[in-house]
């Protein structure tokens, strides 16, 4: 009976590591099983959103203008779309890894779908940013889309993989700002949205009809309280920013606002630190390799979002504050530093790969300093300002493959959904705090414009001066010093020396012999 016992454990261990083996010979049961349609796939999706993403920032101004709205109250075009995903991505990445990243991610595409479809057809600013928040918890597309790379990708194909994705968000802002702009000029903005919808049901349906569910499971319960008290202190918080200029920054109002994020923001802490399966997981949070690169995400959203917001405000502000500019001519400034992207991602990747991810990651927040005390000299010409973007856009390319890179190596395969979701979460908030400020710097530091008529000069309309940019850019690059420092203190070199997921898959094998 020992003997045939001993035996029985044999075969069962011989099966295992039949079972393990056979595993890491098809763990790309995505797409027909091949590697390229998986990033064929992503990378078209990646490109639909940048480009409805990018086409929007160009028209912006004449948003604010068709419903007589404040540039502070125009950033929530941005702003909400930016939060609502802050809030979907870490739940919807989480029930990805609990019941499958492809369902999660087929649900993300398809309400994606419809806030476009909903823009399309926007009759004030008020349905505008209700639609604007049903495709912000699309946002969940990219943490998901990154998951599924790792899962399908062996290890060195990673940082490659996510660098031609990342990639794609420059094509996508490159046409965006180009076609889209045009479009938005010469037959207006809801027009650009109507040009989407075709594009995202044909993705939608290839995405549900090729792609395949990942086997790698990891059960977990959703953090509602966690998700609501984190949307109330962000919004509470941006509303605050919003109209302090309008209400006065010592108003009963805004300090009441501010002191309600302040709650809000501990009673989330507490809520994470109790709850079994949180939004935010803290205890992934004391890795420094993960806590940090998420803070270098928060600056790279900020720094991205409010150049884009005061770029497109210098260009289409009159003379002597802007060039008085149209949409198209907007788009086209931009259009340069989105296509750099194109260029940039793969670099960072490659230098992911052979020299590790943290140096990347430095050199893009440097020229992201770099970039925004540049724009604080030099922006009186259009061919410097374009010159400036294509610095910033670079800068943020090499931190976004970067980042990504150490926190999917820093983290157990199990843990990719939840923590790639995280870190959109902090970009997505840096991302909606960065059009806020840009707008509050806008709204407080203006003066008349002075029109010379027949009968002597005149006060216009106010507008910005030329300090409210010099704040910004300023901002910006002491936020960019920071993420340098900050970079300096991760764990290095981060080099992708071995598959996570052979490791845990050896391990469970090993466990069963």
């Not at 009159?318 to 989105?338: K, N, S, Y």
């Not at 990651?361 to 300093?369: N, Q, R, S």
Request: charged share 10%.
């Amino acid at each position: 009976m020992g003997r045939l016992r001993r035996k029985e454990r044999t075969n069962e261990g011989t099966r295992m590591n039949e079972t393990a083996h056979n595993t890491k010979q098809t763990r790309s049961p995505a797409l027909a099983g091949t590697g390229t349609g998986i990033l064929l796939l992503l990378s078209l999706i990646a490109l639909m959103i940048m480009y409805t993403e990018t086409m929007l920032i160009a028209a912006l101004p004449t948003i604010q203008t068709q419903f007589n709205t404040t540039t502070a109250w125009t950033a929530w075009v941005i702003s909400i779309y930016l939060v609502v995903g802050a809030v979907a991505t870490p739940i919807l990445g989480k029930l990805g890894d609990s019941y499958g990243k492809r369902r999660f991610f087929l649900v993300a595409m398809v309400l994606y779908t419809v806030g476009v479809i909903g823009n399309g057809f926007a009759w004030s600013l008020a349905s505008l940013l209700l639609f604007r928040a049903i495709q912000g918890i699309g946002l969940a597309i990219f943490p998901l889309a990154f998951a599924i790379i790792r899962d399908e990708f062996p290890p060195e194909r990673v940082p490659p993989a996510t660098g031609i994705v990342s990639a794609m968000f420059g094509v996508g802002a490159a046409v965006g700002l180009v076609v889209g702009s045009w479009v938005a000029n010469n037959y207006g903005w809801q027009t650009t949205y109507h040009s989407v919808i075709p594009v995202a049901l044909v993705l939608v349906v290839v995405a549900a009809l090729t792609l395949k569910e990942s086997p790698i499971r990891t059960p977990s319960r959703v953090d509602f309280p966690g998700a609501i008290t984190f949307a109330i202190a962000i919004v509470s918080f941006l509303i605050a920013m919003t109209e302090g200029t309008s209400r006065g920054w010592t108003s009963g109002f805004i300090i009441s606002l501010l002191a309600l994020a302040f709650v809000f923001i501990i009673a989330f802490i507490v809520i994470e630190m109790r709850t079994r399966d949180p939004m935010i997981d803290l205890a992934m949070l004391r890795k420094r390799n993960v806590f940090l690169p998420n803070i270098t995400s928060f600056v790279s959203g900020l720094a991205m979002f409010m150049l884009f917001q005061s770029v497109v405000y210098l260009m289409e502000y009159p003379a002597p504050v802007g060039f008085g500019t149209d949409i198209f001519r907007a788009g086209e400034i931009l259009a340069p530093a989105a296509a750099f992207m194109l260029v940039a991602g793969p670099v960072a990747g490659a230098i992911v790969t052979r020299r590790g991810a943290k140096l990347p990651l430095f050199i893009g927040a440097a020229i992201l300093a770099a970039s925004f005390y540049y724009y604080y000299l030099f922006r009186a010409t259009q061919a410097q300002v374009a010159l400036g973007a294509v610095f910033v856009c670079v800068g943020v390319s090499f931190m976004f493959t970067a980042m990504i890179n150490i926190i999917l190596q820093s983290v157990e395969q199990t843990q990719t959904g939840a923590a790639t979701g995280m870190n959109t979460v902090f970009r997505t908030v840096g991302g909606s705090v960065g059009p806020t400020i840009a707008g509050v710097f806008l709204a407080t530091y203006v003066a008349p414009i002075i029109i010379q008529t027949p009968r002597g000069p005149i006060m216009g309309p106010s507008l910005p001066t030329a300090m409210a940019f010099d704040y910004i850019f300023l901002t910006g690059f002491g936020l960019a010093v920071v993420a340098m420092i900050v970079t300096l203190l991760i764990k290095g070199p981060v080099k992708v020396t071995e598959s996570v997921t052979q490791a845990a898959e050896e391990s469970l094998a090993e466990a069963h012999v």
